[in-house]
């Protein structure tokens, strides 16, 4: 029984950077010799088992063979015989297929160290065709290591490409495309991730909302870039700037979906695209199986993200309203989501990339002077029910009037 450390562990500590999870997998051992050795098992699908100290994860060295489209079409087989280099060779990408023995030393039998150094993602065999999700881990890995100047192989491309036009993709199951784009959406280049997928063809199929906004025009008067799909990539790239909530990332992302579907002879206004761009957001995060707190900021920034564009020109009672409509009292730390994702796009255009937007601080001055207003005077009054809703609207109304009197802004 022999374990090797294996995966993003070996690969991290090459690339010196932090190590998060450390991976094992174990030669020459059973399972009833795990169990005798208090491992504890969590594999569904073949032998994994949780370190009975340190509970990281080992794996009994495995081999596994395609049988059915799709993530769960394998078979696979464990046992003592597998040798490190069967395991390995069913890895995905020669980075990833890199061992190392408890005495440190590596075992490297697909140049992954080469790769490495050469800053290359490529496949490790031609099992790769036969895992569809790996279009996304490949992408998603293109996201993560795109500061350190990683690029696909040619071939490897080719094999994504080759993956998507069999319909291989399409087999994936909502909840593994959304982990990985969970995943891709908390990197620190989620950009990158969608756009390896649009090269491979992978993003019509998975985003075919997202994918249909490139070629669209807008206006050149409030967008330089002029293309939709441009402006999407440069809106997500600004979210990642600005924060590391991959809820507001993914609000940025789809925020435009609408225009997706606006009318040719419309072009280049996109008149009512944000209440058009809601049953698209809906739709995505209901095909995705998205968690609820996703999709709830998505569909708020989706409705609502020219109002803050224009909140300057909002009437009081107007912005009172918006603010009651994003819970904005109840739930400030989403008040908050909501200003980043809408800042984003205000950024997302080229020559705004570095400017200061003056409507967050506007919108988050506002929100203050009306959460003063105290719900405990309004009840101690005598108000109760509906009255009491209305007496705080009309109040919250009064204190931004005044907000804006004080400082010199219209009312």
């Known amino acids: 029984?022999?374990?090797y450390k294996v995966g993003g562990a070996v690969r991290d500590k090459l690339l010196k950077r932090k190590v998060v999870d450390h991976d094992y997998v174990v030669v020459g051992a059973t399972v009833e010799e795990m169990l005798a050795q208090?491992?504890?098992p969590?594999?569904?699908d073949f032998p994994v088992f949780l370190h009975p100290e340190t509970h990281d994860e080992s794996a009994l060295a495995r081999t596994e063979r395609k049988v059915a489209k799709g993530y769960h079409g394998f078979e696979f087989h464990a046992d003592a015989s597998v040798t490190l280099e069967d395991d390995l060779l069913r890895r995905d990408l020669t980075i990833n297929a890199i061992a190392e023995d408890e005495q440190g030393v590596l075992y490297d039998p697909h140049q992954g160290i080469a790769d490495l150094n050469n800053r290359i993602l490529r496949h490790v065999s031609p099992a790769f065709a036969e895992d569809p999700l790996r279009v996304l881990r490949v992408a998603r890995f293109a996201a993560r290591f795109a500061d350190y100047g990683f690029t696909i192989a040619d071939e490897t491309m080719v094999m994504m490409q080759c993956l998507v036009e069999h319909d291989e993709v399409d087999a994936l199951v909502a909840e593994r495309v959304w982990q990985e784009v969970e995943k891709a959406l908390a990197d620190d280049n989620p950009r990158i991730f969608f756009q390896?997928?649009?090269?491979c063809g992978a993003l019509a199929r998975l985003f075919p909302e997202i994918e249909q906004l490139f070629g669209v025009p807008q206006s050149k008067q409030w967008h330089p870039e002029i293309d939709t799909g441009i402006h999407t990539m440069m809106v997500l790239e600004q979210s990642a700037r600005l924060t590391k909530e991959p809820v507001v990332r993914f609000a940025a992302l789809v925020h435009?979906?609408?225009?997706?579907?606006?009318?040719?002879d419309e072009w280049p206004k996109h008149i009512?695209?944000?209440?058009?761009?809601?049953?698209?957001?809906?739709?995505?995060?209901q095909r995705l199986k998205v968690p609820k707190h996703y999709s709830a900021l998505a569909l708020l920034v989706t409705e609502f993200h020219l109002n803050y564009h224009r909140i300057n020109e909002l009437k009081n009672s107007t912005v009172v309203s918006l603010l009651s409509r994003l819970d904005a009292f109840r739930r400030p730390e989403r008040f908050e989501q909501f200003i980043l994702a809408c800042e984003a796009d205000a950024k997302g255009r080229t020559g705004y990339e570095n400017s200061s937007d003056e409507k967050s601080q506007r919108f988050r001055e506002f929100f203050q002077a009306a959460n003063q207003v105290n719900t405990a005077e309004i009840v101690a009054q005598g108000f109760k029910g509906a009255e009491i809703a209305e007496q705080l609207r009309i109040k919250r109304i009064a204190a931004i009037r005044a907000y804006k009197k004080n400082n010199g802004h219209l009312s």
């Open 1 to 3: 029984m022999i374990i």
């Open 38 to 40: 208090g491992y504890t």
């Open 42 to 44: 969590v594999g569904k």
């Open 196 to 199: 390896v997928l649009r090269q």
């Open 256 to 264: 435009d979906l609408g225009k997706g579907i606006t009318p040719k």
């Open 272 to 285: 009512a695209h944000e209440s058009r761009g809601v049953p698209l957001v809906e739709a995505v995060c």
